[in-house]
Nanobody, 129 residues
């Protein structure tokens, strides 16, 4: 059983854009928090952006103003629009889900993903200079 499936990764030049998609099954999508995380070679996993069912969003400082997380509730898809990509954004990107504390997306942020328990297989993003 696969709960989350990511797509949309690829290779772009610095300054370019990509859109990642995460398709979730109904039970996973309804848990409350959906997030995007990334892991670059030799680095720890990093929280990138999270969104609650109430559409409240959270972002890592490193991507604020460049990345946008959104969701299509009817299709049960979470998107990550990545703009002004830089080589340091190169990483494997993962989609994840968990329950929302107190039912609010305001509590979905997790800088490492340790509280998230449903994970996709990941999609590679490579940004060249």
């Amino acid at each position: 059983q696969v709960d989350l499936v990511e797509s949309g990764g690829g290779s772009v030049q610095a300054g370019g854009s990509l859109r990642l998609s995460c398709a979730a099954d109904g039970d996973t999508f309804s848990q409350g928090c959906m997030g995007w995380f990334r892991r670059a070679p030799g680095r720890e996993r990093e929280g990138v952006a999270m969104i609650g069912n109430d559409a409240i969003t959270n972002y890592a400082d490193s991507v604020k103003g460049r990345f946008i997380i959104s969701q299509d509730n009817a299709k049960k898809i979470v998107y990550l629009d990545m703009n002004s990509l830089q080589p340091e954004d190169t990483a494997m990107y993962y989609c994840a889900a968990r329950r929302a504390p107190y039912g609010s997306g305001a509590y979905c942020y997790d800088s490492t993903g340790v509280t998230y328990y449903s994970w996709g297989q990941g999609t590679q993003v490579t940004v060249s200079s």
